[in-house]
Each structure stands twice: as C-alpha cells, then as structure tokens.
C-alpha cells in the first residue's frame, strides 16, 4: 500500500515538472515572437523548446545516474581494496624471517671471533 501511496505523490510531481516546463517554454516562445507571428506557430516554437528540455532533462538524468554507478563502484572497490589489506599485512611476517635472521648470524660470528681472539691470546 506504500508504493501505491508514493506513485501518485511521484506522478504529480512529474506531472508539476512538465507543467512548469510546459509554461516556461510558453513564456521564452512568446519572449522570442517575432512580428506577424501567429499563435499556431507561437505555439509550434513552444512546442519545440519543451521537448529540447524534456531531452537536456533526461540527459542530465541519465549523467547523474552514471556518476552514481560510477562512484557505487568506486566505493565497492574501495571496499574491497580495504578488506585485502589485513591480508596482504599477514604475509609481511612470512617476509621477515630472512631479516630475523640476521642478528643471530652476527652474534655467533661475533661470538666466534670473541672465541678465536682468546685463543690467540692464550696461546701467545
């Protein structure tokens, strides 16, 4: 019953729109007459700027509607991009074992040096 109830509300305001559009065109025709033109063509001419602005509205609407594919997009990749990022910080640590293991090759070389100056030493 709710959607019943929002289409008429819809319909009339679509239908205020082409009224509007409707006058609007009718006042720039009759803004633009020119001397010895008849209501009938008058008329024509309005006719003729409201379906230009019929379409330049249809246009804008189907831009708009683009523009928010576009951005729907955007923010699914976004999204996307943002859950794949604790993923990849899990393999960082599978990275970090040759680096690791470095301090434990310099402390036995150390400690082999420490071993083989004391032994020079004692056996001097």
Not at 14 to 43: F, H, M, S
Not at 64 to 86: F, G, H, M, N
């Amino acid at each position: 019953m709710t959607q019943a109830t929002a289409n008429p509300s819809l319909k009339t305001k679509q239908k205020k729109d082409a009224r509007d559009i409707r006058a609007e065109a009718l006042k720039i025709a009759n803004t633009i007459k020119t001397e010895g033109q008849t209501p009938v063509e008058t008329k024509a001419i309005a006719n003729g700027i409201q379906r230009g602005m019929e379409i330049f509205l249809r246009q804008q609407s189907e831009k708009t509607r683009d523009l928010d594919k576009r951005v729907k997009k955007v923010k699914q990749l976004s999204t996307r991009l943002a859950q794949q990022k604790p993923e990849d910080e899990k393999e960082e640590p599978q990275n970090t074992p040759p680096q690791s293991r470095l301090p434990w090759i310099l402390l036995a070389l150390s400690w082999g040096l420490f071993v083989v100056i004391a032994l020079a030493k004692t056996l001097l």
